[in-house]
């Protein structure tokens, strides 16, 4: 019966991998949440911009204004509880930021770090996708056979 269960749980995983394969969920990407400093003049925030569609792996970068973000928090905690904290479109905590869309590969440290010493950057955030948590699942089902 386990040795059934088993080979049952193979069979579905090749059959995942097959399906990612020619839909081309292999192909993994991550964003990168890039939030820059308040109070940047637009030519700063073009320049930086500029700065990081210059990366050779970067597919898209995509600019989220103060005012943006704050409708995304918004959207995402209500109204309530941004009049609960004090929070108005014009004075709130929530940054400017760009995301990247990025492919995956060996000199990804390596633009971690460039981005990093781009002058007006504050953080970086890595966002991993649901491809992570697939391919997280089939390595885990095939480690333990």
Do not use: W
């Amino acid at each position: 019966m386990k040795k059934r269960f088993l080979n049952i749980t193979i069979v579905i995983v090749m059959m995942i991998s097959t399906i990612c394969i020619l839909t081309g969920c292999g192909t993994k990407t991550e964003n990168i949440r890039v939030y820059i400093n308040d109070g940047l003049s637009e030519s700063k925030i073009t320049s930086i911009e500029n700065k990081l569609k210059e990366f050779e792996n970067v597919n898209s970068v995509q600019y989220i204004s103060k005012e943006n973000a704050y409708e995304e928090a918004k959207e995402k905690l209500g109204q309530e509880a941004l009049d609960i904290s004090g929070y108005t479109k014009s004075i709130h905590p929530f940054p400017a930021y760009f995301t990247l869309e990025v492919k995956n590969n060996k000199n990804y440290d390596n633009l971690l770090k460039e981005i990093e010493s781009i002058d007006g950057v504050k953080t970086i955030i890595v966002e991993t996708d649901t491809k992570d948590v697939i391919n997280a699942e089939m390595n885990y089902i095939k480690n333990n056979k």
